[in-house]
């Protein structure tokens, strides 16, 4: 699973076939983001995962992220193979979420500041 940003208005998209050459945003071509493992920010990116039994739990950060209007995690996704669950998130809500759990998921968290961020499963 790939993510890809526009570098003039900030939209973000996945591939799941295809060829991103195609896939235009602004007039220009889509950049590849490149997932974060290691947060080395004040702020914690790095989703934090608990599984229990056919469910897994994702929290943004060892410590809560922040989600003020204009700092906060946008989604977070849970990717097998070519599978993928997006939940959306609001400012002022908390940065959690449970998606159902299949073995060696990766979970993928997007900061609005600081981009993508990964764990594997």
Same mark, same amino acid.
């Given at each position: 699973? =790939?993510f890809?940003?526009?570098?003039?208005? %900030?939209?973000?998209?996945?591939?799941m076939? #295809?060829?991103?050459? =195609?896939?235009?945003?602004c %007039?220009?071509?889509?950049?590849?983001?490149?997932p974060?493992?290691?947060?080395?920010?004040?702020?914690?990116?790095i989703?934090?995962c608990?599984? =229990?039994?056919?469910?897994? +739990?994702?929290?943004? #950060?060892?410590?809560?992220?922040?989600?003020?209007a204009?700092h906060y995690?946008?989604?977070?996704?849970?990717?097998k193979?070519?599978?993928?669950?997006?939940h =959306?998130?609001?400012p002022?809500?908390?940065?959690?979420h449970?998606?159902?759990y299949t +073995?060696?998921?990766?979970?993928?968290?997007?900061?609005n500041?600081? #981009?993508?961020w990964?764990?594997e499963?």
């Open positions: 699973m =790939k890809y940003i526009c570098p003039i208005c %900030g939209n973000v998209v996945y591939i076939n #295809g060829d991103i050459n =195609k896939v235009k945003c %007039g220009q071509p889509m950049q590849e983001l490149i974060n493992t290691v947060d080395a920010s004040e702020e914690k990116h989703p934090m608990i599984i =229990k039994d056919d469910k897994v +739990e994702v929290k943004v #950060g060892e410590v809560m992220h922040p989600m003020d204009d995690i946008m989604w977070v996704a849970i990717c193979d070519n599978t993928i669950e997006i =959306k998130f609001n002022n809500e908390e940065a959690s449970i998606f159902n +073995e060696h998921s990766t979970v993928y968290s997007y900061c500041k600081h #981009g993508l990964k764990k499963l």
